[in-house]
């Protein structure tokens, strides 16, 4: 029985070691289909980092652009909002000077109607002095007449 023990021993260290060298050789398997798994999902981290780094310069270099783009309106919005200051101040000062203008044209209107007044008054009195011209000339011509005939007489 000794004798058979030492073999079955050996027997159960093959079997053993068998048993150990399966199960490594699986277990190594299994490792590397994971490390091919993990390399192929580190390969996509890779690239889907590459493209976001892109996509991110993109947005980057859009928004810097929308940025400027800003600004310039910006720039632009006030030396509109200047010009527009300017137009209303120019607007109210010719409003002043039209609203002066009119009176200065109503001064005038009054002025015009008063001196209007003052002719028509002046050219009732010339009407009035030729009619007296001409009665008094008639008057003068009946009286020479009147006179001559009695120089005749």
Do not use: F, Y
């Amino acid at each position: 029985m000794k004798s058979a023990v030492i073999p079955l021993v050996l027997i159960a260290g093959c079997v053993m070691l068998l048993v150990s060298m399966w199960t490594t050789k699986k277990l190594n398997g299994t490792l590397l289909d994971e490390l091919e798994r993990s390399r192929a999902d580190m390969q996509i981290a890779v690239e889907n980092s590459d493209a976001c780094g892109r996509d991110l310069n993109s947005k980057t270099e859009d928004a810097n652009r929308k940025l400027r783009e800003i600004e310039n309106l910006k720039k632009e919005v006030t030396k509109v909002n200047g010009e527009s200051s300017k137009i209303r101040a120019e607007t109210e000062n010719n409003r002043k000077s039209l609203a002066q203008e009119k009176a200065e044209k109503q001064k005038i209107i009054e002025q015009n109607a008063a001196l209007q007044k003052q002719a028509n008054e002046q050219n009732a009195k010339l009407q009035k002095i030729v009619k007296e011209i001409e009665v008094l000339e008639k008057a003068n011509a009946k009286l020479a007449k009147e006179s001559e005939d009695a120089n005749k007489k």
